[in-house]
């Protein structure tokens, strides 16, 4: 019989019982979703037919766990964790999903079958890119932990209609497009068109007081706009566990408002479910640099709302007192974007439950946990009070209220120091006034953790030391981490084998067992091993480089990588000046015998950040001139990819050899990017700050090259007055670039285009003390060439820094954070 009948396939699927697909199904479950699923033909289906109808057969297995894994967190009244963020950005699902499904030698086989590699198959995924850079990468590898330590947990966010733009490259600029990813329907989601709760904004408070006697707050007038529910899975490693990451999309109210109809206003109908549906259409693409419009808060009170009526749903459903709820639940907020959720669970617990403001405020410091992963003064969130006060009126009175009991507190602990209330005050008081984010999230938790040992300590002893004073038990860290499962078991399939076949498969849900590999950093045989698989993994990303920017480079080139997002204190700048520097000691003595390299930068800029990209146009100007160079040759070449994501990272981690990694110290709090790199292999050149100072105690300083000032050293030369000029004057190297960028050299059309660059660091201060480091940062790079000359060292390096990354395991910090944080166990 011909398997590609109706009736055969039908057949097929009534013999696998739901409970247990088996994974020989596949092939007949892809065909019957092209069929059933997608109505098409499914003689032979196109390759994204088939990438839709294996997504539709992995999610029916999905679905069947995950109703598994919530009947086992309701049958064991476990305590809930519900993480709470703006921003998540997952990749690609379809691999993932099938390693920790098992099923990856299953689908490589049924695809074969229809004529396909999974490659292919594979390619066809968007990616949803429903976050900016580090903060949302962390969410995603977050919730792989969480569901492979098998928590009784959800991650909680917005289904942004377009996600984070497209960046293209054009003419050396970036070029932002719109990032439809629902274009094509989302198959690893489930709609839930009937679930959906209301969101209010706006209106006015009515006090009034009741039968008893007692004040109470009405909400009057506003609008309504419903929350629709989208689940996707999240399923844990090999562990049957599936997790859901729960989006809301927002819905008008009614489909049409009946007022207008009835005044045969018909487009005025139309045009307010439009602009209801607005509230999820986009995420906002700035990082660290809050936007402040009125539109972003309301997607912060929508994601609130939404989540806590669900939260609230499913606590009353056991039926336990309120004074429980704490016992029962807990709400981490990630950043203070969500942290309107502090005066809604108040708003709730006291207009609607009618608990008494001492009890509530008892229950809401008990539930909330923060993690802050900031300390950029212009990334710590604030809004301006009149615009609070119109989009959500009650909130802001008990966020007054809460301040006017906090600073009485103040007041009686701390007397003698009448400056502090206004330090700590939750409004900021001025010309105009602005409610700090930060402050109520520390006053409204019980925990406040930072991101990495050194962040936590910045935060103890500088930005919020008056609050570790007032409250000391609340503050403690937590280290980020990544998940193996996706950046290297996934990304880089080769090594992973290499790494199995000599330790076994323990490392994939123990990422401490990588030790064992240590033994043979000596074995040349290894070191041969490991170093061709890192050469065809660079061979393979020269591929791509050259479908995609025609440029040729030396996969034996030492591959010299900074991805991430563009920003200031980042200094992909003082990255570039080096280059310019090596360019020119090349211009100078083409035999200079300088290490063959290929620099490649990725990253999005916010589309209002004017200094950020200038820098990317810089980078690409200067590219140009260097890869068109003839002097040059194979020595140096300057690649910028665009669009860098989750996709384009999982290529370019295996094949990098130094990761950069260069913040200005105090500046970066953990970064995660450093992890993923350091994990395949490569070797970090990078400055005293976040995670980069942990790194180095776990490798060893003979496999990282720190360079730099170190934060104090940053500050007090600040607080000297710190003066640029003198670097440029002293050090002609760096005077040299700083003539040729400025002069126009690499602008010969319009001599003047980089200027604001130069004088940014020449005559506004220098900021991020791009100057200050450029010294040590040039030392340090011949360090790192000189150690690339010795191919055996650095092979031992390489695999080092691999075999000492156990600790940046997600799987770690979840845990810690289960434990420490949050009081739960694994279901
Ligand atoms: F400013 N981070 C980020 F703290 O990616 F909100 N976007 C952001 O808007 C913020 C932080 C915010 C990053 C940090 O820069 C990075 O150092 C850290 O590793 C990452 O968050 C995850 O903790």
């Not at 200079?592 to 490649?600: E, L, M, S, Y």
Request: aromatic letters at 12%.
């Amino acid at each position: 019989m011909d398997s590609t009948t109706p009736e055969a396939l039908a057949g097929m699927r009534e013999t696998a019982s739901p409970a247990t697909l088996p994974a020989d199904t596949l092939k007949a479950d892809i065909l019957w979703h092209v069929l059933y699923s997608l109505g098409r033909d499914n003689e032979r289906p196109d390759r994204q037919t088939v990438f839709r109808a294996l997504a539709l057969a992995l999610r029916d297995r999905l679905v069947e766990k995950w109703i598994a894994s919530q009947r086992a967190i309701y049958a064991k009244s476990s305590k809930r964790v519900y993480y709470l963020s703006l921003e998540f950005l997952p990749g690609p699902f379809l691999r993932q999903n099938l390693i920790a499904l098992g099923l990856e030698k299953e689908a490589r086989d049924a695809l074969t079958e229809l004529g396909f590699t999974l490659d292919d198959v594979a390619g066809e995924e968007w990616e949803p890119g429903l976050g900016n850079g580090g903060l949302g990468r962390l969410a995603s590898c977050y919730l792989d932990s969480m569901a492979a330590l098998r928590l009784p947990a959800y991650g909680y966010g917005i289904r942004y209609a377009f996600g984070i733009f497209h960046q293209l490259i054009r003419d050396g600029q970036q070029v932002e497009r719109a990032d439809n990813w629902l274009r094509g329907g989302q198959h690893w989601e489930f709609e839930r068109t009937h679930y959906m709760h209301p969101v209010r904004f706006y209106g006015s408070v009515r006090e009034w007081v009741d039968e008893q006697g007692r004040l109470r707050h009405t909400l009057e007038g506003g609008s309504t706009v419903m929350a629709m529910a989208c689940d996707m899975f999240i399923p844990g490693y090999r562990n049957d566990y599936v997790l859901n990451m729960r989006l809301w999309a927002a819905k008008s109210s009614r489909e049409f408002e009946f007022s207008f109809f009835n005044t045969g206003d018909y487009i005025g109908a139309v045009e307010k479910k439009i602009r209801d549906e607005n509230i999820s259409m986009v995420l906002y693409p700035n990082d660290e640099a809050p936007e402040g419009k009125e539109l972003r808060l309301k997607q912060q009170f929508f994601l609130v709302s939404a989540t806590m009526q669900d939260i609230v749903r499913r606590f009353r459903k056991k039926g336990v007192a309120w004074d429980q709820f704490p016992r029962k639940n807990v709400i981490h907020l990630n950043e203070t974007h969500p942290a309107v959720a502090i005066p809604e669970l108040m708003r709730l617990l006291v207009d609607e439950e009618l608990l008494p403001w001492e009890e509530a405020w008892y229950i809401c410091v008990r539930t909330f946990a923060y993690t802050n992963h900031t300390v950029l003064p212009e990334a710590l969130e604030v809004w301006p009070e009149e615009l609070f006060r119109k989009v959500l009126p009650r909130h802001l009175q008990i966020i007054y209220e809460i301040n006017r009991r906090f600073l009485h507190d103040v007041r009686r602990q701390f007397p003698h120091d009448p400056g502090l209330l206004a330090r700590v005050s939750l409004i900021h008081e001025g010309e105009q006034r602005f409610v700090r984010m930060s402050h109520l999230a520390i006053v409204g938790s019980f925990s406040v953790n930072g991101v990495s040992a050194h962040h936590s300590n910045i935060i103890k002893e500088s930005i919020f030391n008056e609050f570790y004073k007032i409250f000391p038990e609340r503050f403690n860290n937590k280290t980020n981490g990544i998940t193996p499962r996706r950046w290297l078991r996934q990304c880089n399939p080769t090594l992973a084998w290499l790494i199995t076949e000599h330790i076994g498969t323990e490392w994939l849900t123990d990422l401490e067992q990588l030790k064992k590999l240590e033994p043979y950093a000596e074995s040349a045989g290894f070191q041969k091993a490991w170093m061709e698989v890192r050469l065809r993994n660079k061979q393979k990303l020269a591929e791509y480089i050259h479908a995609k920017n025609g440029i040729t480079i030396l996969p034996e080139s030492l591959y010299d990588v900074h991805v991430k997002r563009f920003h200031e204190y980042k200094r992909q700048l003082l990255n570039i000046l080096h280059v310019i520097t090596l360019y020119n000691r090349i211009r100078r003595d083409p035999d200079a015998g300088i290490v063959p390299r290929t620099f490649i930068f990725g990253g999005k800029a916010a589309p209002g950040y004017y200094m950020a990209k200038h820098i990317i146009q810089l980078i690409n100007a200067v590219g140009y001139t260097i890869n068109t160079d003839p002097r040059v040759g194979d020595m140096l070449k300057v690649v910028f990819l665009q669009n860098y994501c989750v996709t384009l990272a999982e290529r370019i981690m295996p094949a990098t050899d130094l990761s950069e990694q260069i913040s200005t110290a105090g500046m970066e709090a953990s970064g995660t990017g450093n992890m993923k790199f350091a994990l395949n292999g490569a070797i970090t050149i990078g400055t005293h700050d976040g995670a980069n100072i942990e790194m180095l105690e776990h490798v060893g300083d003979e496999n990282l090259f720190l360079f730099g000032l170190l934060s104090h050293e940053v500050e007090d030369l600040r607080r000297q007055g710190y003066n640029p000029r003198t670097f440029y004057e002293t050090d002609s190297e760096l005077r040299e670039v700083l003539d040729m960028i400025s002069g126009g050299y690499f602008s010969p059309g319009d001599p003047h285009m980089f200027r604001d660059i130069v004088e940014s660091l020449l005559n506004h201060g220098d900021r991020y003390m791009v100057l200050a480091d450029f010294r040590s940062y040039a030392y340090r790079q011949q360090d790192a060439a000189r150690a690339y000359l010795d191919q055996p060292g650095w092979a031992r390096r390489s695999m080092l820094n691999t075999a000492r990354m156990g600790f940046f395991s997600s799987d770690r910090s979840m845990g810690e954070y289960a434990r420490d944080i949050w009081g739960v166990e694994g279901v």
